[in-house]
């Protein structure tokens, strides 16, 4: 497991009023930069960086944001050199950063970033940005360094999700529909983009950043559904992503190092909460289902020794994670014992009772498949692809989906998916529940960090009294590079471009 | 009937049959579940709001038969139309990913067809050699051996354990591959055909003048078994398009097969379309130009 620090959030009111002093120093008298990088995470879905709704492992290295997720979690100066919030939390005065150039060498100004926010706000449908712009009171560039973010209320992650406001010159080509040549501020400049294929970014010698980037240039593959381990342990990648699956094989190449990142994917069984069906509406059917988890077990089939058990959506030693709530765990070891004794005590006789189980195409999927069999369900389960499935949950005509989720920028991004009005609400069955918004929409609008965590914890531990989903466990995803990589760490979330590590710190060559 | 109007007749027949696969593939792509919104909201950033908006925006809302029209009169004019996953024009894609395709298809084609037709050739020269056997256990190679698991062997063994060659985008092991499963398939009726033609009078009369074995081969049995080779070319080459694919997915070579395999992946319709339309009317150009030239070439098939 990895060491997620304890005080996740608490730090970054604190940080974003200090300069930041970029680990660059020791780098900027380093080596001059060669070689090309190959690697291979996820992919890169359009050119224009504000309609992206997929991941933001490609389109980091060629444009930045104001804000940047370091490896700790914690949220750090990046394009902003320094922030402000009003006392009542509705005001953010950002320091735009002197000196940064964009790829055509004009310098970056506190009216580009409004440019750009002012485009997020009135052009892009979607996105996790879409809904603080829909809270946005007035956005001001009222000199060339400063730029204001007034909000008609206040609103905590929003520092966070500014990690993900790319700025973009407006000059681009583009701008006005759909952006084709973006012009960012990136360690690498947008290159040759051939979609499914690859994504070639050179360099930017006027990079900000003294002495970054290390590499020449870097190549994407973008190839999906590949075996990336072999490309690896034939060095074509010198950096991808692999599966758990994959690990034992690539432990044992001593040509490659797994890292892992910072923040986790966790594993969770929901149920229909939108539309129910009987008997899964009873709490206590839920709870025979729950009972006949073995979370343990679950973990180590999916995630090996990298895996940890819990019940709540943040991963132990997480700020918002509560240890008590952990320790009260009542599903921690599975007990068919009291699984069948609750089934007899709703009065249901599962062997004339349907379920069906949606779910993707992955093996953990199975678990809860034989779980329901041995229970003694008429189990249909329905294992489709990614785009499939994400059509059948919405169809609510279902009584379980195992699934996983993935790292994000903030915990309110994991929260917001179970709200009535959250995005692709599938995954977490539909929950609409208007006390667990309450509570959300509490801890989103608290200004104070202690409140807000009690906030998300009392909307947490509604979720897990009504049984909407039982979470499993978590684990990090294991990230891989050849051992002629150095410099390279992977992240709290997917970006491979941050305040302190990524593409740009990382050079092919010998370790110093 | 003259050699022309067969061709107009043949060439009417085959845009009806492309009319039937488009129509096809238009509706066999709608029943899968999910669609490119689908994809776009699969990382959960859009609300249902954005995801009803986006559908009504790339006229994913309107009814099927609607979406056919729209599409297929673009067609009629020669737009295939954009990629909804990418905002790209697919014709762009198509180009960029089409000389891939017909590179690996050419060489693989060229190299098998070498190899078969000299294999069956040199083993009806020499039949008491190792020839005939060795044309017996490339036709059993290219039946049982899936190419896909030869890809993958040829990965493990070539890339990973040896080193010799990369895994992406790397053409010996395809082109490989390719090639021995088509010289498999044209090596043993070819060779069928030219030890029963060997018994036939004008041959005898050949051997009885003297001619050479070679010279008998390259003169009077190979043109007449030619008519094979084009019929069995046709149907490869058709048969090409599942190997094809593999092979590109594999060892990630940006060609067609990469492209529809991506696309139907992402529910991309347009993109769907198009490349199926586009390699239809491959193989259906190909197989016209083969019942011509079978035509030309054996004055049977002109009665």
């Known amino acids: 497991m990895t060491d997620v620090p304890l005080n996740l959030l608490r730090r970054h009111l604190l940080l974003g009023g200090a300069a930041l002093a970029l680990p660059t120093a020791a780098i900027a008298q380093s080596a001059p930069r060669a070689g090309t990088l190959k690697v291979a995470f996820l992919g890169l879905d359009t050119a224009d960086p504000h309609r992206h709704t997929g991941s933001i492992a490609v389109q980091q290295v060629f444009v930045e944001t104001l804000t940047s997720i370091a490896d700790d979690g914690t949220v750090k100066p990046f394009l902003a050199s320094s922030w402000e919030i009003s006392p009542d939390g509705k005001r953010y005065t950002f320091t735009i950063r002197e000196g940064v150039r964009f790829h055509n060498g004009r310098l970056l100004t506190a009216e580009d970033v409004r440019a750009n926010a002012v485009r997020v706000r009135d052009q892009v449908r979607g996105g996790w940005l879409s809904t603080p712009m829909k809270l946005v009171e007035a956005l001001e560039a009222p000199d060339a360094r400063t730029f204001v973010m007034t909000m008609k209320e206040p609103y905590g992650p929003l520092l966070n999700l500014l990690s993900e406001l790319w700025i973009v010159a407006p000059e681009s080509e583009g701008w006005a529909q759909t952006i084709r040549q973006p012009i960012g501020t990136g360690p690498f400049r947008f290159g040759r983009w051939q979609p499914n294929v690859s994504f070639h970014a050179p360099a930017f010698a006027q990079y900000w950043q003294p002495g970054l980037p290390r590499a020449e240039a870097v190549e994407f593959s973008l190839r999906d559904d590949s075996d990336l381990s072999l490309a690896l342990r034939a060095g074509d990648l010198h950096i991808a992503r692999v599966g758990y699956d994959k690990l034992a094989s690539v432990r044992a190449d001593p040509a490659l190092e797994v890292q892992f990142m910072k923040d986790t994917t966790w594993w969770f069984w929901s149920f229909n909460n939108r539309n129910p069906r009987a008997p899964f509406n009873d709490i206590r059917v839920r709870q025979a289902v729950a009972y006949m988890l073995d979370k343990p077990a679950f973990m180590r089939f999916v995630a090996g020794d990298a895996g940890v058990v819990t019940n709540q959506m943040a991963a132990p030693g997480q700020f918002f994670w509560d240890k008590a709530m952990h320790d009260a765990d009542a599903h921690a070891t599975p007990n068919e014992d009291r699984a069948r004794a609750l089934l007899r005590e709703a009065g249901v006789n599962p062997a004339s009772t349907p379920c069906r189980i949606v779910s993707w195409q992955s093996p953990y999927t199975e678990i809860a498949g034989q779980a329901m069999r041995k229970l003694g369900f008429q189990v249909e389960h329905l294992a489709l692809d990614d785009i499939g499935a994400q059509r059948r949950l919405g169809q609510y005509d279902w009584d379980l989906a195992p699934f996983a989720s993935g790292p994000r920028a903030d915990i309110f991004l994991r929260f917001v998916r179970m709200m009535s009005d959250g995005p692709n609400p599938g995954l977490w069955g539909g929950t609409r529940d208007a006390e667990f918004d309450r509570l959300v929409d509490g801890a989103v609008a608290a200004v104070d960090l202690d409140e807000r965590r009690r906030l998300y914890l009392a909307a947490w531990q509604r979720a897990m009294d009504k049984y909407y989903t039982v979470v499993i466990g978590h684990a990090p995803e294991p990230i891989v590079n050849r051992r002629e990589v150095s410099g390279y760490s992977p992240g709290f979330t997917w970006g491979q471009h941050r305040v302190d590590g990524g593409l740009a710190f990382a050079a092919l060559g010998a370790r110093g | ?303």
């Open chain 2, 1 to 303: 009937m003259s050699l022309a109007m067969r061709a107009g007749l043949g060439l009417a027949r085959q845009a009806m049959l492309l009319a039937g696969i488009a129509i096809a593939v238009f509706l066999l792509i709608r029943i899968v579940p999910g669609d490119v919104v689908d994809s776009m909201a699969l990382e959960g950033s859009l609300d249902e709001e954005a995801i009803a908006q986006l559908r009504a925006d790339l006229g994913l809302d309107a009814g099927t038969l609607t979406q056919f029209g729209i599409w297929a009169g673009r067609v009629l004019q020669g737009d295939f139309g954009n990629s909804l996953r990418f905002d790209m024009p697919v014709a762009d894609l198509i180009l960029a990913a089409v000389p891939t395709t017909i590179g690996l298809a050419t060489l693989a084609l060229a190299f098998g067809m070498a190899l078969g037709i000299g294999l069956a050739t040199a083993a009806v020269l020499w039949p008491r050699s190792v020839l005939p056997a060795l044309v017996e256990a490339l036709n059993l190679w290219s039946i049982a051996l899936p190419t896909f698991c030869l890809g993958l062997g040829s990965i493990l063994l070539f890339s990973v354990g040896l080193g010799w060659l990369p895994v992406i985008e790397q053409w010996l092991s395809p082109v490989a591959i390719l090639g021995l499963d088509i010289a498999g398939q044209v090596a043993k009726p070819l060779h069928e055909d030219l030890k029963e033609a060997a018994t036939a009078a004008h041959i005898r009369t050949a051997r009885a003048k003297g001619l050479s074995p070679a010279r008998i081969v390259l003169r009077h049995l190979l043109p007449n078994a030619l008519t094979t080779v084009v019929a069995l070319g046709g149907l490869i080459l058709a048969g090409m398009i599942g190997g094809a694919l593999t092979m590109e997915v594999l060892f990630g070579l940006p060609g067609l097969g990469t492209l529809a395999f991506q696309a139907v992946s992402g529910r991309d319709y347009p993109v769907i379309q198009a490349v199926v339309l586009v390699f239809a009317a491959g193989v259906v150009l190909v197989n016209w130009l083969a019942d011509l030239a079978q035509r030309a070439l054996d004055p049977r098939l002109r009665r």
